[in-house]
């Protein structure tokens, strides 16, 4: 309890002071999981609505395929990437291991299928509901994929959310592509498990408790700028 206390003492504290280090984590942080979030709702999100409405043989498997990719263990991924990044890799002369480019590429990997699948569940209630309209409009296949997307944008909201809010506390594969370098790729979750191990607990409480709030805060932001509470719809 001792700990706790001390930790949001230190949070408090690193928070009015301004510390530079704080801020330089944090915005990188929300520079890699947020930009994480828009390259995997921009592949997300039309996929699943494409899984929506379209019927074919391996259906089925896809859904079922993409549902397991759910849990796909993140330190899997980092290494993947890693290797596929490294200087003996298929990419190694582009140089992004270490990065904050490789935390995103990790990221991505990670988060579309989550936002795929929430995507898919959202758009196929609405297509249950559009079905006839759109076909009896002679829509094409983009166009009932545009309008579904846009029709379900704040359900769909829910679904990046979702992504942000796995990207955003991820640490197994962002510390293996990221390599947690002070000023260069150390974000807040690898900034914790660092100051675990040195034994810093109120310090790395203070980084949970800021790491914590900023989730939070996006996701107000997210609600306010869709207008969900305006329009009397969640």
Known sequence: MNDILLGLAEAARLIVSFDPELIEITLRSLQVSVGAMVIA???????????????FRMRRVVIALLNALMGLPPVVVGLIVYILLSRSGPFGVLGLLFTPTAMVIAQVIIITPL????????????????HDLLISLNTTKSQRIRALLWDGRRA?????????????????AIMIVGGNIDHA?????????????????????ALGFVLIA??????????????TERSGRW
């Open 41 to 55: 709702s921009a592949i997300g999100l039309p996929f699943g609505a494409w899984l929506a409405i379209n019927r």
């Open 156 to 172: 769909l909201l829910t679904a990046s959310l979702a992504g942000f809010g796995r990207a955003i506390g991820e640490v197994g």
């Open 115 to 130: 936002i795929a699948s929430i995507a898919h569940q959202a758009i196929r209630e609405l297509w249950a509901d559009y």
């Open 214 to 227: 900023l989730a939070i805060a996006v996701n107000f932001a997210m609600h306010a700028l869709s207008r």
């Open 185 to 205: 790729t150390r974000v807040l979750t690898t900034a914790i498990a660092l100051e675990t191990g040195k034994g810093e607990f109120a310090l790395a409480l």
